[in-house]
């Protein structure tokens, strides 16, 4: 499983690390992801637990209300395709 995970963000510009709720892949993938050079948007539901390991290793944070709010603040850090 990890080994796709990782072949993903080898292929990837970006991840976005979705830690609403608890998983130790996360935090591997978003290491491994940093090692590589790869940007790091680290996302939670305001009423989730914060994240220390990934948040500290993010290069943007999103916070979120509901839906509208995420893809509000998805839009402001990505650029337009």
Do not use: C, W
Not at 35 to 60: L, M, N, P, Q, W
């Amino acid at each position: 499983m990890m080994t796709r995970a990782f072949a993903a963000i080898d292929l990837s510009d970006l991840l976005i690390a979705e830690v609403s709720d608890k998983a130790i892949g996360i935090g591997v993938e978003v290491g491994y992801a940093k090692a590589r050079g790869k940007t790091i948007i680290y996302v939670r539901r305001a009423t989730a637990e914060h994240s220390s390991t990934v948040s500290g290793a993010s290069d943007f944070q999103v916070i979120y209300n509901n839906v509208d709010d995420l893809q509000q603040q998805i839009r402001k850090i990505l650029p337009r395709q």
